[in-house]
């Protein structure tokens, strides 16, 4: 399911499919989230631990999986560095106008019967006539 949340940030980076960062391109195809580092002979560290693919674009992966970290493009003794975050809303609800309405409903219906087993739980008592001497 889907949420707006989901939406803001499809629509965040649909506006920038290409963000230029420092010598580092970030690029979004099919929610595959990549870095593109621009110097020559670059390779790429992530907290401190040089990646072994000396490619200059590194694949972070699906979005879906919440890539995160501090990445730094290393070309000769220029360092570039981008944090990136990626947080996506997997176990949203869609709030439509079906679902608050069910909402509605199923609230309404389940006072409607809380009311009624009160009134048939306080009504069942019966008084016996006072018996006063005169």
């Known amino acids: 399911m889907n949420c707006y949340l989901h939406f ?3 629509l965040i980076l649909a506006l920038s499919k290409k963000v230029i960062c420092n010598n580092i391109d970030v690029e979004l195809k099919n929610n595959k ?3 593109k ?3 020559e002979n670059s390779f790429w560290k992530h907290e401190d631990l040089q990646l072994m693919d000396a490619n200059k674009t590194l694949l972070l992966g ?3 999986d919440d890539p995160r970290g501090q990445y730094i493009c290393k070309e ?3 360092e570039h560095t981008i944090d990136v975050f990626v947080r996506m809303c997997q176990n949203c609800v ?3 106008f079906g679902t608050i309405s069910g ?3 199923a609230d309404i219906i389940m006072i409607s019967l809380i ?3 009160v009134y048939c739980v306080s009504g069942s008592e019966t008084r016996r006539p006072a018996r006063g001497k005169m």
């Open 76 to 78: 000769g003794s220029k």
């Open 8 to 10: 803001t940030w499809l």
């Open 94 to 96: 869609e709030l439509d």
């Open 37 to 39: 580092c621009n110097g």
């Open 115 to 117: 009311a009624m087993a």
């Open 33 to 35: 989230l990549s870095l």
């Open 62 to 64: 699906s979005v879906w």
């Open 103 to 105: 909402f509605i409903v």
